[in-house]
């Protein structure tokens, strides 16, 4: 079974809300400095520890950075690129994390043609099978895909890329429902999935590559193309 996406209750996934809330909002603009922490912990009445937690998930999504002897800032878009400036920041961080994915994944798929043991083709193909059940539900699909792709890097049995997926997963997960109504590709990454299975099956390590390369390249263009669309709207609407 896949597990469930757990529904936040500690202190400082509430935090992460409230900062999230003012960047969206625009009350903390692209390159503003975040309020002192002293002044955050009296009016968001949490502790140091919870403040400074829900600072490092933050940055995890891209949403903050921390600049030496500066302090913590609302982190700027790139700069470049044909949607800079015109999508939420957490959407230019989504796209970031898909540019690094293509760089990555392919190498991970490669070693797991390599390392793959029975056990390991024996949960893929149950994950599989599992994956098929409910296409329909965007949370059965991000749950599934973040599962399948932990299982491929946990088939390297190398722990660093373990940690990779784990760690670029958490920016998908935290908003996952906007992310896979935007995809909307329902069977298309399950088939690539299983062709991929093939491809470790047969210890093929190019085509496992190449496989993976096309798969989050048809990603990254699929949300480029959904957010220009958004944009053009918007512009439109205006």
């Avoid at 400036?85 to 994390?97: F, I, Q, S, T």
């Avoid at 070693?111 to 793959?116: D, I, L, M, S, V």
């Avoid at 932990?150 to 722990?159: K, M, Y």
């Avoid at 997926?165 to 997960?173: D, S």
Wanted: charged residues 30%.
């Amino acid at each position: 079974m896949v597990e469930h996406i757990r529904i936040p209750t500690k202190i400082y996934e509430k935090v992460v809300e409230e900062i999230k809330d003012l960047i969206s909002k625009g009350i903390l603009e692209q390159g503003d400095p975040l309020p002192p922490e002293r002044h955050l912990m009296d009016q968001l009445g949490v502790s140091r520890s919870s403040l400074r937690e829900a600072f490092r998930v933050l940055e995890s999504l891209g949403l903050i950075e921390s600049l030496p002897g500066k302090g913590r800032f609302v982190r700027r878009c790139r700069g470049d690129g044909i949607l800079s400036g015109k999508v939420p920041l957490a959407d230019e961080a989504v796209l970031e994390l898909v540019e690094a994915r293509r760089v990555l994944e392919p190498v991970i798929a490669s070693e797991a043609t390599k390392h793959a043991t029975a056990p390991d083709l024996t949960r893929m193909r149950r994950l599989l099978t599992t994956t098929g059940e409910d296409v329909e539900s965007l949370t059965h699909r991000a749950e599934c895909d973040y599962a399948f792709h932990l299982l491929l890097a946990e088939t390297t049995h190398n722990f660093i890329y373990v940690n990779i997926i784990k760690m670029t997963f958490n920016l998908i997960m935290a908003t996952h429902e906007r992310i896979y109504a935007l995809l909307d590709d329902k069977e298309i990454f399950l088939k690539e999935h299983e062709e991929l299975y093939d491809a470790i099956i047969a210890r093929d390590h190019e085509l496992a590559a190449s496989i993976t390369s096309k798969h989050i390249d048809r990603v990254y263009k699929t949300l480029l193309n959904a957010l220009a669309e958004e944009n053009l709207s918007g512009e439109i609407m205006e």
